[in-house]
């Protein structure tokens, strides 16, 4: 049974491990987007008017809200995870 529990584990941690790559490849992606719009002029931007601008501050939220949910949905993928291995060692300490 240990060693199911072993596999279950070391299973889970490649998971998480390739969770947290999407995550992080996500978050690089917000970060560039960040710095290209820090690089934006302050004066006169061409956005085709202010509707092009609140366009792509939108986009730039919307990524910003989509890396937070991301590490959201991780933290809480491990912690469901880390409950059912926690229930596996408990139960075995009861036998």
Do not use: C, W
């Not at 998480?16 to 934006?40: G, K």
């Amino acid at each position: 049974m240990e060693q199911k529990i072993t596999e279950i584990i070391v299973h889970m941690s490649h998971s998480h491990q390739q969770m947290a790559r999407v995550i992080d490849a996500e978050r690089q992606v917000a970060v560039r987007m960040a710095q290209i719009v820090h690089a934006i002029p302050d004066a006169e931007p061409a956005f085709e008017g202010t509707s092009g601008l609140l366009e792509n501050s939108g986009r730039v939220n919307k990524s910003v809200i989509s890396y937070l949910n991301a590490i959201a949905d991780l933290q809480e993928a491990m912690a469901e995870n880390l409950g059912y291995v926690m229930k596996e060692i408990r139960g075995q300490d009861e036998e």
